[in-house]
């Protein structure tokens, strides 16, 4: 007898199998299940809501065009974060190349409201942005998507010893910016 969690992987075995042949209806379907989690991984690696809005378009276009290579139905969320890291890097990469004329353009615009929509305090938001993008990319999967180590240094494709040495350095890195917030408040 199949539990609800074994319902669920059969259901989305069977959207990829169709979406692997083309069904555009099975592939928005399954796409959409997991758009908010994209949404959520984008926006903590761009920083604003409509960067994080292109990422999930750039997501949906590149794992629809490729999702023929997806090996491993079972896998289908895991390939998709993947993508969405890839593109939210790539974006990253294009934005540095543009030169910043008035760098203080903030200071006209105001606050961003759009941090409502992340479950992450301002806080956590804050130390996550002080990691590199490799260590960010470690927390991210390991912690706010409770991928296991091992699946974590398959899904950045990274040996599994590389992997525990960043999460490790990340975790030190997290906690030694808590402490000096801890002592600064006091």
Not at 18 to 38: H, M, P, R, S, V
Not at 47 to 63: G, I
Not at 77 to 100: A, E, F, H, P, Y
């Amino acid at each position: 007898m199949c539990n609800i969690k074994c319902k669920k992987v059969i259901a989305i075995k069977s959207l990829v199998k169709k979406a692997q042949k083309g069904n555009e209806k099975a592939y928005i379907t399954l796409f959409q299940q997991y758009e908010a989690d994209i949404y959520r991984t984008a926006y903590v690696y761009v920083k604003n809501q409509e960067d994080a809005l292109d990422v999930v378009q750039e997501t949906a276009y590149r794992s629809f065009a490729t999702i023929s290579h997806l090996k491993d139905p079972k896998y289908f969320k895991t390939w998709l974060i993947r993508i969405t890291i890839n593109c939210s890097i790539d974006l990253l990469r294009r934005r540095k190349k543009v030169v910043q004329l008035k760098p203080d353009y903030e200071e006209y615009i105001g606050e961003e409201s759009e941090t409502k929509d992340l479950p992450l305090s301002l806080s956590l938001k804050e130390l996550i942005d002080a990691l590199s993008e490799e260590e960010k990319s470690v927390i991210l999967l390991r912690f706010y998507h409770d991928y296991t180590i091992r699946e974590t240094a398959e899904i950045l494709e990274i040996p599994l010893g590389t992997t525990k040495t960043v999460l490790y350095r990340a975790l030190k890195k997290l906690r030694k910016q808590v402490d000096e917030e801890d002592v600064h408040e006091r």
